[in-house]
C-alpha cells in the first residue's frame, strides 16, 4: 500500500466503537485521510510512505474538539475575574465589547486563540461571537477546522443593528463557506433571554432548511431561570420546546439547571449538550449533571468557553476537570470515566457539530486530525495506562505533534505556519488599549 505519511507511536487511541487501547501501531495516511491502522510490524512491511515518522513513547489521538467558545475573547482575558455572571456581562464584558469590538478586535483575538489551541492540541472549535467572517478567515488562514457561529442577538452592536440584520449576515456567511474544506457554520443565538420568540423562530426554520446545528447558551445559571419564569412564565428549556426547537440539531451549552425530564426530553429528541466545566465553576454557574446525561443516553461534548470567564482555552484540563467533577456531583468515583472525558473531547464533539463521520477518531475514511503527546514528562511517569495519564495527568505542554487534514501544524511543539511572537505583540497592543480605560 501507498501512503505519503506513516506515523509510529507507542500508543493509539482511536476512540472508536470499542474504546481500543492500540500499543505499537502506525497510521498510515494519503490524500489528507487515514488509510490504515494497522499494527508497526505490519506497517513497515506492507506501506510504502514517502515521509515515516518515529514517535516512541508518544500517544496518538483524534484531534481534540473544543465545542463551545468565543474565540475573539482571549482580548478579554483577565478582565473581569471573580465575579457573579450577569454582573461580570453587564457591567464589564458587554461595555467593553460595545467600545472595543470591531473586525480588528476580532481578528487579533482569533489569531492568539487559533494559537493557543492548536498548540494545546484542538483542531477544531465551535464559536459564537461577533464579526464572524473575520473568525473564518483567520482559521481558515491558519490551517485549523471551525464551526463558526452565525451570531445572533437582539440587541444593536457594532456589527448589526437587529435580529434581521444578524441572520442576514450570517447567511452571506453561510454561502461563502459552503464547500469549505475546513469552515462549516451554526446558527448561535445567544441566549433565550437576548434574542426574542420572532426571531428565534426564524432561525429554527432557516437551520432546517440549510441543514445547519443551532448553538445556543442554555439554562447557564438558576438566575437565569428565575429571569425566564418571571418574565415568560415558564423556563427556557419549555420555551425552545413551544417553538419546535428542542431536536438534534440543538447544541445546549452549560445546562446546569436540568431536571430528569429534562433529560429524558433531550436524550428521546437527540439533542446535544456542550459542558463547559471550569467555566461554570469559575462563575458558580452550577454543575452540569454529565453523569445523568450520559447515563440517558445524550450526547455530551465538552468545551473551554472563552478565556475571559475559564481562563484558558485548554481542552485537556477541561477533560481532568470534566472527569473529576462528574464523580464530584454524581457521588460515585465511577462516574465520567477517562475513556468519557476523552469521547467528550473528541468524537462527542464531533457529532454535536455533525462532522462525526468526519473527525472525532482515528478510523480508516476519516480526516487525518492527529494530536501527538510526549509521554516522557514525568508529569506522566511511570506509565501503567495510558488513558487515565491522558487524562488524569498530561499537561497540555506536552503536546508535541498536530496534524489537520494529514498538514503538520504544531511540530516538536512549535507552529508551522503562525507567527506566534506577532500574533502575541499584536495582542499587547489591544491590551494597552482596553487596560487604559478599565475602571476598577
Not at 419564569?229 to 447544541?251: C, T, Y
Request: charged share 20%; proline share 4%; net charge negative.
Amino acid at each position: 500500500m501507498q501512503a505519503e505519511l506513516l506515523i509510529h507511536a507507542q500508543c493509539l487511541l482511536p476512540v472508536d466503537s470499542e474504546n481500543r487501547q492500540l500499543m505499537d501501531h502506525a497510521l498510515a495516511i494519503a490524500d489528507g485521510r487515514i488509510l490504515a491502522v494497522l499494527p508497526s510490524l505490519e506497517a513497515r512491511r506492507s506501506i510504502q510512505a514517502e515521509q515515516v515518522i518515529e514517535l516512541p513513547e508518544h500517544l496518538l489521538i483524534p484531534g481534540l474538539i473544543n465545542a463551545h467558545t468565543h474565540a475573539a475573547m482571549t482580548l478579554m482575558r483577565g478582565l473581569a475575574d471573580d465575579l457573579p455572571l450577569m454582573t461580570w456581562l453587564h457591567q464589564h464584558i458587554w461595555p467593553t465589547e460595545q467600545r472595543w469590538v470591531d473586525a480588528s478586535f476580532v481578528s487579533v483575538g482569533t489569531q492568539l486563540a487559533v494559537l493557543e489551541m492548536l498548540l494545546g492540541g484542538v483542531t477544531c472549535y465551535n464559536d459564537m461571537y461577533f464579526y464572524p467572517e473575520v473568525t473564518a478567515q483567520v482559521t481558515a488562514d491558519a490551517g485549523m477546522r471551525a464551526v463558526i457561529g452565525m451570531i445572533v442577538a437582539d440587541f444593536p452592536t457594532g456589527y448589526a443593528a437587529c435580529a434581521e440584520d444578524y441572520i442576514a449576515k450570517g447567511l452571506t456567511l453561510h454561502d461563502r463557506y459552503l464547500d469549505h474544506p475546513l469552515i462549516r457554520v451554526a446558527f448561535a443565538p445567544h441566549s433565550t433571554y437576548a434574542v426574542s420568540q420572532t426571531p428565534l423562530l426564524r432561525i429554527q426554520t432557516l437551520a432546517d432548511e440549510i441543514g445547519v446545528p443551532i448553538h445556543i447558551h442554555l439554562h447557564e445559571t438558576h438566575d437565569e431561570i428565575m429571569q425566564s419564569l418571571r418574565d415568560h412564565g415558564e423556563r427556557p428549556f419549555n420555551r425552545l420546546e413551544q417553538l419546535g426547537m428542542m431536536n438534534s440539531s440543538l447544541v445546549a451549552v452549560h445546562m446546569t439547571q436540568l431536571e430528569d425530564q429534562d433529560i429524558a426530553r433531550l436524550a428521546s429528541v437527540g439533542a446535544h449538550v456542550v459542558h463547559c466545566p471550569e467555566s461554570n465553576l469559575k462563575l458558580a454557574s452550577g454543575f452540569c449533571p454529565v453523569a445523568k446525561l450520559l447515563e440517558a443516553g445524550v450526547n455530551v461534548a465538552l468545551g473551554t468557553d472563552g478565556a475571559a470567564s475559564n481562563n484558558d482555552l485548554n481542552l485537556l484540563g477541561e477533560m481532568r476537570t470534566a472527569a473529576l467533577l462528574g464523580k464530584g456531583v454524581s457521588g460515585s468515583a465511577t462516574a465520567v470515566s477517562a475513556n468519557d472525558a476523552l469521547r467528550m473531547a473528541t468524537i462527542n464533539g464531533a457529532r454535536a457539530l455533525g462532522l462525526g463521520d468526519e473527525i472525532g477518531s482515528l478510523e480508516p475514511g476519516k480526516s487525518a486530525d492527529i494530536v501527538a503527546i510526549d509521554l516522557r514528562d514525568c508529569h506522566t511517569q511511570p506509565l501503567y495506562h495510558p488513558l487515565s495519564q491522558l487524562v488524569y495527568a498530561a499537561s497540555r505542554n506536552q503536546v508535541r505533534q498536530v496534524w489537520i487534514q494529514g498538514r503538520q501544524v504544531i511540530r516538536d511543539g512549535m507552529p508551522t505556519h503562525l507567527d506566534a511572537g506577532q500574533i502575541i505583540a499584536a495582542a499587547q497592543v489591544w491590551g494597552e488599549r482596553i487596560r487604559a480605560t478599565v475602571v476598577r
